[in-house]
């Protein structure tokens, strides 16, 4: 699938700082983002409004002027959660806003998939999971669909994970990254076990941690650890493994605050 480079987020960035006025609305921001082309616009609308059914039917229209249904995930799927991305970003949308979003595209990705033989290439594994203990999974699901929202593979271990799990299936399927999220004070000790279990078997995978008990100094403390205060980080971390690879001092220096 398109990796969407920082230099492309930023790009749309610009264009949003340079044409939005103090009294734009989220909707006329918005507006600012969207394709040139109408019928991807159309896309690109129907996934900003989280309309699921407005997503299928913009993709008919695309699929019926004879686009390939694999490249519209890259061509008119993507760029419409951009859009949602960027707006996130600057503060403009809030997360329900990106999660109806992510849902309305994660439908179009199915029925682009639907509609053809081929399988698309993921961008790459992830494994998401909630603590061992802790049975608060909210946080843990909304990482994983903007993970997949962003065109990652992801494994949902689910949560109250042990962490022998978690270990042994990195082993196997030797992910990109590893997202944990933990509620509970006296559940986020297991990521320091997974991260000294990791470690031990040669696996050194960056272990993005987040959620209400987690902090970024108790992150730091072991040597796997980035932290993610916003379940949208996921994906940012992702990204930046691919283009700059799996430095844990190289993603705190970038995402950690100093």
């Known amino acids: 699938m398109l990796d969407f480079k920082k230099e492309d987020i930023a790009t749309i960035l610009v264009r ?3 044409a939005m006025e103090k009294t734009m609305t989220p909707d006329e921001a918005a507006e600012q983002l969207y394709p040139k082309d109408a019928l991807l616009k159309a896309v690109a609308v129907a996934i900003y409004e989280g309309e699921e059914d407005d997503v299928i039917d913009a993709l008919d229209a695309l699929l019926d002027a004879g686009k390939d249904p694999i490249k519209l995930i890259d061509e008119a799927l993507l760029p419409g ?5 960027a707006l996130y970003d600057q503060g403009i949308i809030f997360l329900p806003n990106v999660m109806m979003s992510a849902d309305a595209m994660l439908e179009g990705i199915d ?3 639907s509609k053809t ?3 698309p290439k993921a961008k790459g594994t992830i494994i998401c999971h909630v603590a061992e203990g802790d049975v608060h999974d909210i946080g843990k699901n909304i990482v994983a669909a903007l993970l997949r929202a962003d065109g990652f593979d992801v494994v949902d271990l689910g949560r109250d994970v042990p962490v022998d799990e978690v270990v042994a299936k990195a082993a196997e399927v030797k992910p990109l990254m590893i997202t944990g999220t933990a509620l509970m004070t006296t559940t986020m000790y297991a990521f320091k076990e997974v991260n000294d279990k990791l470690v031990e078997k040669g696996l050194k995978i960056p272990f993005a941690c987040g959620g209400g008990a987690v902090n970024q100094e108790f992150v730091e403390s072991y ?3 980035v932290y ?3 379940a949208a980080e996921a994906a940012k971390f992702g990204n ?3 283009k700059n690879g799996a430095d844990i001092a190289k993603m705190r220096n970038e995402f950690h605050i100093h």
């Open 81 to 85: 959660m951009a859009v949602v991305s």
């Open 111 to 113: 029925y682009c998939k």
């Open 117 to 119: 033989k081929e399988i």
């Open 223 to 225: 040597s796997l650890g």
């Open 16 to 18: 949003y700082n340079v």
């Open 240 to 242: 930046y493994i691919l």
């Open 228 to 230: 993610g205060e916003e």
